[in-house]
């Protein structure tokens, strides 16, 4: 499992011209499901995408630390499916999607995976799995991570 987290001030993302999610303040996260993937991997990264201290601390913004975390500001986060972060481009010119779990497999693990962050009580949006989405942002920071698993 691959997800791409961005600090954002906003984020939203379009279906067919139409907002099917945003959110203000949080993360945007994308995510990409190989078919090696377990629920074991799904609960290490909800916990570690809703515990990594990527923000400044509330009651000390201007010391520049980064002490807080999406759950500790109460911040939202806006999830979308992204096959291509298995995208392999090491031989010829057009990448290999070989590693990516076929759609049958890797969208009800993208819904699990959800579940478990809206069981946090956060604000959660998401985009349209297996659609053609426009994914616009605000980053904060800028601040981009990527965590494997």
């Avoid at 907002?19 to 945007?28: E, K, P, R």
């Avoid at 297996?130 to 965590?147: E, F, I, K, Q, Y």
Wanted: proline share 5%.
């Amino acid at each position: 499992m691959r997800v791409v987290v961005q600090r954002v001030q906003s984020a939203q993302v379009k279906v067919e011209g139409q907002v099917v999610g945003q959110i203000g303040a949080g993360l945007l996260l994308l995510v990409g499901i190989t078919a090696t993937d377990t629920e074991a991997e799904l609960d290490w990264m909800a916990r570690k995408c809703l515990g990594l201290r990527i923000f400044p601390s509330p009651d000390q913004p201007e010391n520049g630390r980064w002490d807080a975390s999406v759950a500790d500001i109460q911040g939202e986060l806006l999830v979308v499916s992204q096959f291509t972060l298995y995208g392999d481009c090491r031989k010829g010119r057009r990448p290999s999607f070989d590693k990516a779990a076929l759609p049958a497999l890797a969208e009800p693990l993208y819904d699990q995976f959800v579940d478990r962050l809206e069981a946090s009580g956060l604000t959660v949006a998401t985009g349209k799995f297996g659609a053609h989405m426009a994914v616009s942002l605000v980053n904060d920071g800028p601040v981009t991570l990527l965590l494997e698993r």
